[in-house]
């Protein structure tokens, strides 16, 4: 009887061992197998990705998951809900090498949520905001430091003087260091906020879903 046929010489259905397709890639840590090209050594890079998503109980514990799992460098990641009743925007910036970029969009895809998934150029519209407390030892430096920074004061008192910041990463970067001198006691930041630049929609909806 050939090995060919349905039954092997052994009566098991199915082919031989030997002729079975081995699967590829290695077991990371956590027992998921790794595509041989994203492990390979490549440069990383910095890439922000929107996640146009429908309104579920779970959706962003899905794609959070779905990074943990993957083991993808994520900077940061923002929700927030779009100009369609039901809609959400994620978006991600993540430190990845470009097949793990590819990988990181193409699981994004399998999801049920998620209705569109792309990446942005390198220089997208991108804003971030800001609240950060100081020690209010010296309010008309924090005051000046706040006014250079197109900021906003939100909360002063004689200990601490709390102010917001919106703008893009490089600037909330450069005010964080000038609020340094002063004493930082609390930082909260929102992450990124991207839309894609001129007439290009960052997310293509079908007419079901607008």
């Not at 081995?22 to 990371?28: A, E, K, L, M, Q």
């Amino acid at each position: 009887m050939s090995r060919n046929e349905d039954t092997r010489r052994d009566g098991l259905a199915g082919p031989a061992p030997e002729e079975r397709q081995r699967p590829v890639g290695r077991r990371n840590e956590e027992g998921i197998r790794v595509d041989p090209e994203v492990a390979a050594d490549h440069e990383p890079r910095r890439s922000t990705i929107s996640a146009y998503v429908a309104d579920e109980p779970g959706v962003l514990a899905s794609v959070s998951g779905l990074f943990h799992r993957r083991q993808f460098n994520i900077e940061s990641l923002t929700v927030g809900p779009t100009q369609n009743d039901g809609y959400s925007r994620i978006t991600l910036v993540v430190e990845e090498p470009d097949p793990g970029v590819e990988q990181a969009k193409k699981q994004l895809r399998k999801l049920l949520p998620v209705v569109h998934v792309r990446e942005l150029d390198a220089d997208p519209v991108a804003r971030e905001l800001v609240i950060l407390k100081v020690d209010g030892d010296e309010p008309d430096e924090v005051q000046a430091i706040t006014e250079m920074y197109d900021g906003e004061t939100l909360d002063a008192g004689p200990e601490t003087i709390t102010v917001q910041i919106t703008g893009g990463e490089g600037k909330i970067d450069d005010a964080l260091d000038a609020y340094a001198q002063f004493g930082v006691r609390e930082i909260a930041r929102t992450g990124q906020a991207a839309l894609a630049r001129g007439a290009t929609e960052t997310a293509r909806v079908d007419d079901t879903h607008t």
